[in-house]
């Protein structure tokens, strides 16, 4: 591990979360801002290169950095990966707690990103949201889909599969994003909140996620999740249910236990047997409430430090974002949805991140999301499907998993 420097002084005072994130976009760098879940800081790098390069993960060799891939990405070698030539970590209030450098201080990017300081902040959030709504069409060509899937299932072809739609919203002007960040923090504590500039693709993805795909901490333990059912997290008077009361379907249930079961294969793919696992037990995920299982290992009791790298690649994707078997399951989606997922459903996260200990790596499934392209955002929500689903319910399920990120857009 490289020995870091830190920012200079002058630098650092001056900064906010806002102000470098701004500052970043504004030259034209990428730049990720993100807080795990359950905690109160923001964690913040840019990639001086000015471009996001493509790597195969591979955790062992990896920078520091923040990887976000795509849905389809076989192998994971198509991953994206902002390298943190800067990283900062901010107090819930955006002031600064720790930064670091990669660079030297006369390279041109600090002229870039610091020389006009203090950058203008917009604060405020664009008056109107637009919700270009649903037509009819949409919600009947999806329930169309359910039926074909559904009678796929009968039939045999595969057992479930996750089926996605989008949502199209307008902005009045460009949103600030690190006001949207914030708000989705205090909306979603256990969430993982996190905020993406690409600037190759002239967009920003920004979301809270409930799903934790692969973490490796610096004590060397790994973990994932199996997650899958969704019910509303309010009765119908809008108070909010208790997870002890919460009622599970028996197709909810099995929904749940294919992921938990594809999770288990893996592990025994590679004939690793001491994994510890709990639940299923009920979780609140802001307005929804999931089935989940977790998993974990302690890669050093059992001697096997690439373990995130290997589960990784065999996980993703899983079927609580494709199916099973996975081979039918996406193919089924790739003929069949109307449009692409790009890296909705593909994993995100910070790693190889030193806080104190040793690097930490936290990837997470893409959900509850939107894509922002200058002003249009666009929001994805998938549900899992089995024999027995109800296309309507599917619908209803969509619907309220894109309300995750509108809740926040609109108040
Ligand atoms: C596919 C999504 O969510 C996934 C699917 C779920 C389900 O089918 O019940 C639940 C949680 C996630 O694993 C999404 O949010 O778009």
Redesign the pocket.
């Known amino acids: 591990m490289q020995f870091l420097t830190h920012l200079s002084s002058t630098v650092q005072t001056q900064q906010t979360s806002h102000s470098v994130w701004q500052a970043a976009v504004q030259a034209g760098y990428p730049a990720a801002l993100w807080r795990l879940p359950n905690r109160t800081d923001r964690e913040l790098i840019i990639d001086s290169s000015g471009s996001v390069s493509t790597v195969v993960m591979d955790l062992e060799e990896l920078p520091m950095g923040f990887a976000v891939s795509p849905f389809i990405n076989p192998e994971t070698e198509n991953t994206l990966f902002l390298k943190a030539d800067f990283y900062w970590r901010f107090d819930e209030n955006g002031n600064i707690l720790a930064s670091q450098n990669q660079l030297a201080t006369d390279h041109p990017a600090f002229d870039s990103l610091f020389k006009n300081n203090p950058k203008t902040v917009k604060n405020n959030l664009a008056p109107t949201v637009n919700i270009v709504q649903a037509t009819d069409n949409q919600q009947q060509q999806f329930e169309e889909t359910v039926g074909r899937a559904i009678r796929q299932m009968e039939r045999g072809k595969f057992r479930k599969v996750?089926l996605?739609r989008t949502k199209t919203i307008r902005f009045e002007e460009q949103p600030a994003i690190p006001t949207l960040f914030n708000r989705l923090c205090a909306a979603y504590p256990n969430a993982f909140v996190s905020a993406v500039y690409l600037p190759d693709r002239n967009q920003i993805w920004i979301g809270a996620t409930p799903?934790r795909l692969v973490s490796v901490d610096a004590g060397g333990i790994f973990r994932t999740v199996a997650?899958?059912?969704?019910q509303s997290a309010f009765d119908g008077e809008g108070r909010p249910k208790r997870t002890a009361d919460a009622p599970w379907t028996q197709k909810e249930i099995e929904?749940q236990a294919l992921v938990s079961r594809y999770i288990i294969g893996c592990f025994k793919k590679i004939r690793v047997r001491e994994y510890i696992e709990e639940g299923p037990k009920t979780v609140i995920a802001g307005n929804l409430m999931?089935l989940r299982s977790d998993y974990s290992v302690d890669t050093q009791a059992v001697n096997f430090p690439q373990l995130g790298t290997v589960m990784l690649r065999l996980l993703h994707p899983t079927s609580?974002?494709c199916g099973m078997p996975r081979e039918a399951a996406q193919e089924f989606i790739l003929t069949n949805e109307t449009h692409q997922r790009e890296l909705y459903?593909g994993f995100l996260g910070p790693v190889n991140i030193y806080r104190t200990e040793g690097p930490e790596t936290h990837l997470f499934?893409n959900?509850?999301c939107m894509k922002l392209e200058g002003q249009e955002g666009t929001l994805?929500?998938?549900?899992?499907l089995t024999e027995d689903s109800s296309p309507a319910k599917e619908w209803r399920?969509t619907e309220l998993?894109c309300d995750t990120m509108l809740a926040i857009v609109k108040s």
Do not use: D, I, Q
């Open positions: 996750v996605s799903e997650l899958a059912g969704t929904e999931h609580a974002v459903s499934v959900l509850r994805y929500a998938g549900a899992g399920e998993k």
